[in-house]
């Protein structure tokens, strides 16, 4: 079984995983999200030689959020942490609400990225808007519980439910997607990984308040001051 290890970095303690044996790639995980959610994310990398440096961004799960609230802060503790894994530099992974500290340390540390692959990244001012029914199963006890019931009991249910809310998808490409990952051991793995942060308010709540308090309060990322490579992925 994975465990995380709680690195004393120069910015704070930051809890983390390291997967593999080959040149280092940060995983910057999402809103909501977590070390679990980057490691399955990189499973690819790890498994085409790279290692994956995967850190739970502070307010989630056991990285604490104290003082590391800002964008910039967060960005500077992903340096910290390389600093203290050894690695010099690094590629970039990052994905959703992982976007914005994901481009800060790009821009503030440009010596420390090899390379950036934001994939549907934050970057720009965000303010997420959701239904009562969508609140009331994403940030309460009993809506999570539920949820978590439907992963253990209804796999096929989350799995779909989960790939309708991250997409404009057609019924039957919806119908196609639920197909392809039931029967494709690591596409199912991601899919219940993001499923599992979602219904796990109670350890990752205050990364994600925090999170979406900072990115509606964005003006600029700086963007235009990212000199490493860089691919992005996005789409409706």
Excluded at 77 to 86: N, S
Aim: charged letters at 20%; aromatic letters at 4%; one cysteine or more.
């Amino acid at each position: 079984m994975t465990r995380p290890t709680l690195v004393q970095a120069p910015g704070g303690p930051v809890e983390v995983v390291v997967h593999g044996d080959g040149p280092p790639v940060l995983a910057v995980h999402g809103s909501p999200g977590g070390w679990d959610q980057a490691v399955a994310m990189g499973r690819f990398l790890r498994e085409a030689g790279f290692t994956v440096i995967a850190p739970s961004r502070p307010g989630y799960l056991g990285t604490p959020l104290e003082g590391r609230e800002a964008i910039d802060a967060q960005a500077d503790l992903h340096a910290a942490l390389l600093d203290a894994l050894g690695h010099e530099r690094a590629g970039v992974l990052a994905w959703s609400g992982g976007g914005p500290s994901a481009y800060r340390l790009a821009v503030r540390h440009p010596g420390r990225v090899t390379a950036v692959v934001a994939a549907a990244a934050v970057s720009g001012p965000y303010e997420e808007h959701q239904g009562a029914e969508e609140r009331l199963m994403l940030h309460t006890r009993p809506g999570n519980w539920m949820l978590r019931f439907l992963m253990q009991h209804a796999p096929e249910k989350t799995v779909r439910a989960t790939l309708a809310a991250e997409g404009d998808l057609t019924d039957e490409e919806l119908r196609e997607r639920v197909a392809a990952v039931l029967g494709d051991p690591a596409r199912y793995e991601l899919v219940m990984a993001m499923a599992a942060c979602v219904a796990d308010r109670r350890h990752r709540g205050r990364g994600e308040d925090n999170d979406l308090a900072q990115f509606a309060a964005i003006t600029t990322l700086g963007l235009d001051g990212v000199r490493a490579p860089t691919l992005v992925v996005t789409g409706t």
